[in-house]
Nanobody, 124 residues
């Protein structure tokens, strides 16, 4: 079982930036899928960014070009840089990890470990 703890959320104005971090511990496997997802009130969970077993990143269509995902295996952290934030980016952002999946990592249903989430609020 993997424990995940997100940090870095907050309130920012449109056009600003945030860097989210996810610290992982426990039965952590470095070469499996990890990703960031978000969920706004009344909406379905949406894939933001993910990294597969060979380090290839994938991004959701609504954030492509504005986010960068990175993983530091030495520190067991998964980071998400979000630039040019928009009000529609307001949501709870969740970190996720899976012990078996290796590719096509932007599918939220494959993940078996989730963090508690961190709130991101963007004002216009």
């Amino acid at each position: 079982h993997v424990q995940l703890v997100e940090s870095g959320g907050g309130s920012v104005q449109a056009g600003g930036s945030l860097r989210l971090s996810c610290a992982s511990s426990g039965n952590y496997v470095t070469d499996r899928c990890m990703g960031w997802f978000r969920q706004a009130p009344g909406k379905e969970r949406e894939g933001v960014a993910a990294i597969d077993s060979v380090g290839t990143a994938s991004y959701g269509d609504s954030v492509a070009g504005r986010v960068t995902i990175s993983k530091d295996n030495g520190k067991n952290t998964l980071n998400l840089q979000i630039d040019n934030l928009k009000p529609e980016d307001t949501a709870i952002y969740y970190c996720a990890a899976d012990l078996t999946s290796m590719f096509e990592c932007l599918r939220h249903h494959i993940y078996n470990s989730w963090g508690q989430g961190t709130q991101v609020t963007v004002s216009s």
